[in-house]
């Protein structure tokens, strides 16, 4: 039985657009490409999800950047929850799951920013409760973050339905007794695991 549903953040109901992001503030191919790399592929980016400064951040990503990218990287730094947008067909979703009277909730490897932007998510009126990894000081695949989750809001793992779109969480989701689902884009087979675990969706939105 799923009598709760547990939603990460991005690449499920946001969008994160990186790569407009560090071309919007260089301009130039090349450059953009580093500024990519450096800010989002590499280390420092967890700082923030770990609940560090984007000031500390941004000191170790400037380490790595030729000093003519310094002021694109702080722009970027500055900006970059302008380039979050929602994901229409999980949002739907979670509209459809919460007019059957299942609760929603967020667990997310996110910055403290998370407040300046948590609006953005179309459902965001509708979540129940958030875990943010920027506030325990754990991250996704941890373990103790899922044993947060269901301390704090009271959930049994076996009845709890979890989406994210990286393999690792959801299988320490499911080493939780979690159901979990790895969300890569493709709706129409979400909403099939879903069917499959008893929830009553339409199979097509």
Not at 2 to 17: K, T
Request: glycine share 8%; net charge negative.
């Amino acid at each position: 039985m799923v009598a709760s549903v547990i939603f990460d953040m991005g690449n499920i109901l946001l969008d994160f657009h990186t790569r407009e992001l560090t071309a919007a503030v260089t301009g130039c191919g090349g450059d953009a490409e580093l500024l990519h790399r450096e800010m989002f592929e590499g280390p420092d980016w967890l700082i923030l999800d770990r609940g560090g400064t984007e000031e500390e951040a941004l000191a170790h990503m400037k380490e790595r950047l030729p000093s003519r990218l310094w002021p694109a990287a702080g722009q970027a730094m500055e900006r970059w929850d302008e380039f979050l947008f929602p994901r229409p067909e999980i949002n739907h979703l979670a509209r459809e799951l919460d007019g059957l009277g299942l609760p929603l909730y967020i667990l997310s490897n996110t910055s403290r920013r998370f407040y300046r932007f948590q609006e953005k998510i179309p459902v965001w009126p509708l979540i129940r409760g958030t875990l943010l990894s920027c506030e325990e000081h754990l991250l996704k695949p941890d373990l103790d973050i899922f044993r947060r989750l269901f301390t704090r809001f009271g959930l049994t793992p076996g009845e709890c339905f979890f989406i994210d779109d990286y393999n690792v969480n959801i299988e320490a989701a499911r080493w939780c007794g979690m159901q979990a689902f790895h969300y890569r884009n493709d709706i129409s087979t979400l909403r099939a695991a879903l069917r499959q675990a008893g929830v009553p969706v339409a199979l097509e939105a």
